[in-house]
């Protein structure tokens, strides 16, 4: 349906036809087609992030820095201010922009490979550093856009294109937990892992990113929302069946739920 008009709250008029409204798509994300695979966790990440922006209203006073991996083109999808950062630099470009413009919300959205892997460096100093941005880290366990290599948070016995046999402990370390590594920084104002694999995840995960954007008003330093994602395509695995993996196999290892909250003091400080 394309050529509707809203005519009420939670009703449509197309033609001489009337329809309830059930859902519409927030108008903080632009009408540009998704290049995600389908059952991508990326789109349900993004489009979170842009109806809290919407029902925020900060539409104009937020700056996202983009990562290199799949998500390259989330400032095609989301309509705010973007910087794209090179590969794993997003919290430095974020630390530049936000200590430029203070009053401005911001945050960087990265994949494990670019936040975990190759920024390493640059995400654990721009954390201990204690930056008032908020992070937002997709975990789906692999590099996506370069055909699934290993990531440091690729689970055990995963196979992936450079651990075909699955990921050995021995020689590949541990995968990294990469929110209870960074919460004890004292930087580290707000730390939670969430999921997008169903409705009930997607309406925590939204809570978590409207937390995270209304911390900066405190200015006390990093929001950290890991996001367990998937990867269907790399996975080798239908949209259901990634979802149903995070289920049994992510989550057992990268348990949901907040790790660093702040005090209730810190909380009644925060003005609606
Ligand atoms: C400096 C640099 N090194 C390596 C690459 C190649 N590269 C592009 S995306 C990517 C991995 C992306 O994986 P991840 O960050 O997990 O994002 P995903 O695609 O899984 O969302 C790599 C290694 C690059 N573009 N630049
Ligand atoms: S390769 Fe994986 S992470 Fe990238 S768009 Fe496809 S499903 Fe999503
Ligand atoms: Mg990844």
């Known amino acids: 349906m394309e050529n509707y008009e809203i005519i009420h709250p939670q009703c449509i008029q197309d033609g001489d036809d009337t329809y309830d409204l059930v859902y519409d798509k927030t108008a903080v994300m632009t009408d540009t087609r998704l290049h995600y695979c389908p059952g991508c966790g990326h789109g349900t990440a993004h489009k979170i992030i842009a109806e809290v922006i919407e029902e925020l209203g900060i539409t104009e006073d937020v700056i996202g820095v983009a990562p290199v991996g799949c998500s390259v ?135 978590a990113i409207t937390n995270g954007f209304k911390y900066q008003k405190l200015n006390k330093g990093i929001s950290f929302i890991e996001i367990v994602s998937n990867c269907p395509s790399n996975w080798k695995m239908t949209p259901l069946q990634s979802n149903d993996y995070i289920d049994t196999h992510m989550l057992k290892y990268y348990p949901l739920g907040d790790i660093k909250v702040p005090s209730k003091e810190d909380l009644a400080n925060l003005k609606d």
């Not at 370069?146 to 590949?172: H, N, V």
């Not at 990294?176 to 104002?189: D, N, Q, Y």
Request: hydrophobic residues 35%; contains cysteine.
């Open 73 to 207: 083109f989330a400032y095609d999808y989301v309509n705010i201010d973007w910087q794209e950062a090179a590969h794993g630099r997003a919290t430095a470009a974020a630390t530049g922009i936000k200590r430029c413009l203070p009053h401005k919300y911001v945050f960087s959205y990265q994949g494990d490979g670019d936040l975990a892997a190759i920024g390493t460096g640059e995400t654990i100093h721009c954390i201990n550093r204690g930056e008032n941005i908020m992070i937002v880290f997709i975990n789906n366990g692999v590099y996506g856009m370069t055909s699934g290599q290993m990531a440091p948070t690729s689970l055990e016995g995963m196979k992936t294109t450079t651990s075909p046999y699955g990921r050995d402990i021995k020689t590949m370390g541990s995968p990294i937990k990469v929110s209870e590594l960074i919460a004890p920084l004292p930087g580290a104002f707000y730390v939670t892992r969430q999921a997008v694999n169903h409705p009930g995840a997607v309406r925590k995960a939204k809570k």
